[in-house]
């Protein structure tokens, strides 16, 4: 059973539209992270939220960590080619290690 | 400052044949993980280790599968005898282990594709 589903899987949009992704569990997390990987390279950190309905900006990006901290979403406003990419959420359940279960991903492309 | 270096960037195998993928995590970082990304399962977690010391293993498809950190600069992921269903891409990535949320912030190499024909 997949600890961290992300939805959609797969989402191909025009250049200017809006988007939001999602990361849903039923186990609370104690800090979550959304990374970006493009093709060839390892993911990159993009944010990390750690209070419960959390709200971070990264330019257009939004990202909020849900009240009970058992999801939390992605909003990118006026997609850019560059948004192109695997995004993937990432939990951890604290304990003291430092191990984090990793989500399923959505793919997005952004047509010009 | 230099990000997680992972060699080599593609590696291509016959089955059988013993692979060596290696990785140096950024410094200072005492946390190293190793991954292995394919599209059917995604991102899993193979090893990860603490102060070169390995921590959970439990993700090792096998004996087949070995992992060493014998410094806090260096650490190997072993297939010896490599199999076709081992394709995939490998990922190193270092952490520091410190501060609230941000100890789990990952910090990734760029990958070895892996191909064994």
């Known amino acids: 059973t997949q600890l961290l589903e992300q939805s959609p899987q797969f989402l191909s949009i025009q250049e200017g539209e809006n988007l939001t992704v999602y990361c849903n569990s039923s186990s609370v997390f104690s800090s979550l992270q959304w990374y970006r990987q493009e093709p060839g390279e390892g993911p990159v950190l993009l944010v990390t939220?750690?209070?419960?309905?959390e709200v971070k900006k990264l330019k257009r990006l939004t990202f909020q960590f849900g009240d009970a901290r058992k999801d939390s979403s992605l909003h990118i406003t006026a997609a850019q080619p560059g948004d192109t990419g695997l995004y993937l959420c990432?939990?951890?359940?604290?304990?003291?290690?430092?191990?984090?279960?990793f989500g399923t991903g959505t793919k997005l492309q952004v047509i010009p | 400052d230099a990000g997680v270096i992972q060699s080599p960037r593609h590696e291509v195998t016959e089955m059988g044949q013993e692979v060596t993928l290696r990785c140096k995590p950024i410094?200072?970082?005492?946390?190293l993980f190793w991954y292995r990304q394919t599209m059917m399962r995604g991102l899993e977690l193979l090893i990860y280790?603490?102060?070169?010391?390995?921590?959970?293993d439990s993700g090792m498809p096998e004996d087949r599968f070995s992992a060493k950190m014998p410094n806090a600069s260096f650490s190997t992921l072993k297939i010896q005898p490599s199999e076709p269903r081992d394709s995939a891409v490998y990922f190193c990535a270092s952490t520091t282990g410190r501060g609230v949320g941000r100890s789990y912030e990952q910090y990734f190499g760029p990958g070895t594709r892996l191909t064994v024909t």
């Open positions: 280790f603490n102060n070169n010391v390995p921590i959970d």
């Open positions: 939220v750690v209070t419960g309905g």
């Open positions: 990432a939990g951890d359940q604290s304990g003291g290690y430092q191990k984090v279960t």
């Open positions: 410094s200072g970082h005492d946390y």
